[in-house]
């Protein structure tokens, strides 16, 4: 679809001189008709590329028809650029390829019409100014979106948040209800919303999209129509909603348990602690004892700081060990806030990183910050990875690498523009939750990919891989049923080359 219509190159007399007549040079790409867009452009620059285009064998057009495929523009206002578009009496305007100027100079750079990526493109607005078509259809997105969330791009820019809100309440509430399936569905449905470069403002403006299905679509209908939905403000005032909501928000609370609870008639935090039958975990004891701290979000200066401080204890083990920032705050960019910190730590000496991971938890345990430990709560899990395991038909929820979850005491004066909305208790320091992983080397691109998340792109290219390419993804390894073999990888760009995808960088995962 995002191919650009090349045919190959046909030669079939000698090249003339570049520079030569406008108009009389050789067509080498006979499906390959350009037409640049003045507006923004300027009349002569838009006459010099085209001399350029055409010496290198390209077709541009003067006039933008019916015939042309592909429209250049330097214009990066979408709205206004979209907005000329549709003004001209052009019928084939939704097969062609709205590019930028990037397009145009790496096909001069190649000296061939390079394939379209979506990068290229300008994005499709339906903006209010937008002069309806003919036959009405004018708000109808061009653009193609995938069912697959690894083939869109979603930054944390959410046109349509008020939508993937009311969604999201309900994909929780099939969660808790362990229906999985209508739990997957509307997460799908907010997951294609969230990639909108524009705002949905009628239900005809999701024509053509992806996984929306006729429960998500009424739930959508009453919204953009009434300002709310019944089912979900149901669903929020619900009692028992509410409180599994609540239980699953402690740190080592999940889903069953919050069930249990609840069947035991227990609804609040306090009737938890109060119960005579409640034997908590250690994870639980902690994560009610920190509950403020860990469910107030963490900022970026919080999580520069922590990186600081895991930093220095990587360095004190081995100055040979690899840190990189992965979960969310690898996808994040701006002012963005994340509910833990993950990190991902490993050694070039190989099967030297469990060592690496114990060691930097022994010198947290050591580390003291005016009279207190570092480390509040440290779990931490052995590693069970086993290549001759592998690949695994099944997904689990986690991989095999050695792995810690903490509770970390972090003090403001370590923080840039100190701690975030902690300054009433005049404590000083905060508490933070931080995920660490150490895969072996050769597993780290594997890993990265699988932690940067989110859980929606990681789930999608694993549907992806197996039900397109039949490979099956993990965080350890991809596997190639058909060749029956692993595919190696050392960085994230090789897994999506291997998988066929075009890159996604990492703030545009977030869907
Ligand atoms: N992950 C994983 N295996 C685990 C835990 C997490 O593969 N045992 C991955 C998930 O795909 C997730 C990422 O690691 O996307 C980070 O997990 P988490 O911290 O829970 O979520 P974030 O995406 O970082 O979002 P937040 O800012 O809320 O922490
Ligand atoms: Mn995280
Ligand atoms: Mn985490």
């Given at each position: 679809m995002l191919r650009a219509r090349a045919a190959p190159a046909m030669r079939k007399k000698p090249r003339p001189q570049a520079?030569?007549?406008?108009?009389?040079e050789e067509v080498r790409f006979q499906g390959v008709r350009l037409y640049l867009v003045e507006?923004?452009?300027?009349r002569s620059r838009r006459s010099f590329l085209t001399q350029l285009a055409r010496s290198k064998g390209f077709m541009v057009e003067d006039v933008l028809s019916d015939a042309v495929t592909h429209v250049v523009s330097e214009d990066c206002q979408a709205s206004s650029l979209w907005t000329w578009l549709r003004g001209r009496?052009?019928?084939n305007l939704p097969a062609?390829?709205?590019?930028?100027?990037s397009w145009f100079t790496d096909s001069m750079k190649e000296g061939k019409p390079v394939a379209v990526e979506t990068r290229h493109l300008i994005e499709v607005c339906v903006s209010d100014t937008s002069p309806a078509l003919p036959d009405g259809t004018?708000?109808?997105?061009?653009l193609t979106v995938s069912q697959y969330a690894c083939k869109r791009r979603t930054t944390?820019?959410?046109?349509?948040k008020i939508l993937t809100d009311a969604l999201e309440v309900l994909a929780e509430s099939y969660e808790f209800k362990e229906i999985p399936g209508r739990c997957l569905a509307f997460r799908r449905a907010s997951s294609v919303l969230k990639s909108l470069p524009w705002a949905v403002r009628?239900?005809?403006?999701?024509?053509?999209?992806?996984?929306?299905g006729e429960h998500s679509k009424a739930v959508m209908e009453e919204i953009l129509q009434s300002g709310h939905s019944f089912e979900v403000e149901k669903t929020l005032s619900d009692e028992k909603y509410q409180t599994l909501k609540l239980f699953t928000?402690?740190?080592?609370?999940g889903p069953k348990t919050a069930e249990k609870w609840y069947r035991g008639g227990l609804r609040s935090f306090s009737d938890v602690l109060a119960a005579p039958g409640i034997h908590l975990n250690r994870m639980q004891q902690s994560g009610f004892l920190h509950y403020g701290d860990i469910s107030r979000a963490v900022s970026k200066a919080e999580a520069r700081a922590l990186g600081n401080l895991i930093d220095e204890a990587v360095r004190a083990v081995t100055p040979d060990a690899v840190l990189a920032l992965t979960g969310g705050f690898r996808r994040y960019r701006g002012k963005e806030f994340g509910h833990d910190v993950d990190f991902i730590v490993t050694t070039r000496?190989?099967?030297k990183e469990e060592k690496l991971l114990t060691g930097i938890i022994e010198r947290l345990k050591q580390q003291v910050s005016t009279l207190f430990g570092l480390l509040l709560y440290c779990e931490y899990n052995a590693s069970t990875f086993d290549?001759?395991?592998?690949?695994?038909h099944q997904f689990e929820a986690m991989d095999h690498f050695a792995k810690c979850f903490l509770i970390v005491r972090l003090e403001g004066g370590r923080v840039e523009g100190g701690l975030?909305?902690?300054?009433?208790?005049?404590?000083?320091w905060r508490a933070v939750r931080v995920d660490l992983v150490s895969p072996p080397m050769d597993r780290y691109a594997f890993a990265l990919l699988g932690w940067t998340g989110s859980r929606q792109f990681e789930r999608d290219l694993r549907r992806f891989a197996r039900a397109e390419r039949r490979m099956l993804l993990d965080n350890h390894t991809l596997y190639d049923k058909t060749k029956k073999e692993f595919l190696a990888a050392t960085t994230e760009k090789d897994i999506f080359a291997h998988l066929g995808l075009e890159y996604i960088e990492p703030w545009q995962r977030n869907a």
């Open positions: 520079g030569g007549v406008p108009g009389r507006r923004k452009m300027g009496d052009v019928k062609m390829h709205v590019l930028g100027i004018s708000s109808t997105p061009l944390t820019v959410n046109n349509n009628c239900l005809r403006d999701t024509e053509g999209l992806p996984c929306l928000s402690v740190f080592g609370v000496e190989p099967g290549m001759v395991k592998l690949p695994s975030h909305g902690a300054e009433g208790d005049g404590r000083g």
